[in-house]
């Protein structure tokens, strides 16, 4: 990582770099590592929803334990509830859960 990068910003350059074949598609066990890390929108999203307990005092290697099957759950809910149509046309994968996140954590803000 540069060191001018913190989490959020590697990871989303990261993002845009497998969307391009540089680098691979992060896997589930990927996924639940950034969001850990990060410790931002996709922790946020995931305890809106109410699968993710507080995690504010949790460490590292405990928040991504509890991140992976919350992150887990959020995804086969959407990948069962939508149709083939639906994820083509969202480019359904883990980044894209992982952003819907984001939006879920902003959204209850505004309400």
Excluded: W
Aim: glycine fraction near 6%.
């Amino acid at each position: 990582m540069f060191l001018q990068f913190g989490p959020l910003i590697a990871y989303l350059l990261t993002a845009n770099y497998s969307y391009t074949g540089i680098v691979s598609s992060p896997s589930l066990d990927d996924m639940a590592d950034a969001i850990a890390h990060i410790n931002a929108g996709g922790i946020k999203g995931l305890e809106a929803l109410g699968i993710l307990p507080d995690t504010h005092n949790m460490k590292l290697d405990a928040r991504i334990a509890a991140v992976k099957p919350a992150f887990e759950a959020f995804y086969d809910f959407l990948d069962k509830a939508l149709t083939a149509e639906q994820k083509r046309i969202i480019g359904f994968d883990y980044i894209m859960v992982e952003h819907a996140l984001c939006k879920i954590a902003h959204l209850k803000v505004l309400l």
